[in-house]
T-cell receptor, first 116, second 113 residues
Framework: GAVVSQHPSWVICKSGTSVKIECRSL??????MFWYRQFPKQSLMLMAT?????????EQGVEKDKFLINHASLTLSTLTVTSAHPEDSSFYIC????????????FGNGTRLTVT | QKEVEQNSGPLSVPEGAIASLNCTYS??????FFWYRQYSGKSPELIMF????GDKEDGRFTAQLNKASQYVSLLIRDSQPSDSATYLC?????????????FGQGTTLQVKP
């Protein structure tokens, strides 16, 4: 069964608005979750690492003020795309491992964001 | 040089044949290797992972790792049309953290009935 749950599956928003995406680990506590992004015809790229109880770690080139990450509990991380623009339209996928040193990464179902 | 390289394909095989998907990586220190399957419009699904040199089999899937050649492959036996998807090879970032993966571009597999 699913290990990681993500919501919503798709969202359409107007330029300038903000969108929140939720990611939950279903049967384990995830002190760390990972947010990836995939543009059409491209592979997945890691955006940031979400750390429970502390600030997220962002990959080079990812604006932390635009992509707000909150990991308030051991089973929930949220990604908020602030002041969305059409170029933010993408497939956002959260993920988690049971043990980041040894266990494989499991992905949520992803969120298709379209900014008009 | 890209860190993880795959032939984008498409790789076309007839139903029942063996599909062979290849991946090379640049970091000689990499210790774990993952194959994900991604259907169009869906998120990646873990197929196999391998840590040791040699072969690892799981049903119709076999992962092969050769660390000396920095090469990992995925064989799919008795290919089915439902196997048609993009297959992504992934290697952890230099830290070894399996949550921080570097993905190849993916190989699109087409299995023709």
């Amino acid at each position: 069964g699913a290990v990681v749950s993500q919501h919503p599956s798709w969202v359409i928003c107007k330029s300038g608005t903000s969108v929140k995406i939720e990611c939950r680990s279903l049967d384990f506590q995830a002190t760390t979750m990972f947010w990836y992004r995939q543009f059409p015809k491209q592979s997945l790229m890691l955006m940031a690492t979400s750390n429970e109880g502390s600030k997220a770690t962002y990959e080079q080139g990812v604006e932390k003020d635009k992509f707000l990450i909150n990991h308030a509990s051991l089973t929930l991380s949220t990604l908020t795309v602030t002041s969305a623009h059409p170029e933010d339209s993408s497939f956002y996928i959260c993920s988690a491992t049971r043990d980041s040193l040894n266990s494989p990464l499991h992905f949520g179902n992803g969120t298709r964001l379209t900014v008009t | 040089q890209k860190e993880v390289e795959q032939n984008s394909g498409p790789l076309s095989v007839p139903e029942g044949a063996i599909a062979s998907l290849n991946c090379t990586y640049s970091d000689r220190g990499s210790q774990s290797f993952f194959w994900y399957r991604q259907y169009s419009g869906k998120s990646p699904e873990l197929i196999m992972f391998i840590y040791s040199n040699g072969d690892k089999e799981d049903g119709r899937f076999t992962a092969q790792l050769n660390k000396a050649s920095q090469y990992v492959s995925l064989l799919i036996r008795d290919s089915q049309p439902s196997d048609s998807a993009t297959y992504l090879c992934a290697v952890p970032h230099g830290s070894g953290n399996t949550g921080k993966l570097i993905f190849g571009q993916g190989t699109t597999l087409q299995v023709k009935p």
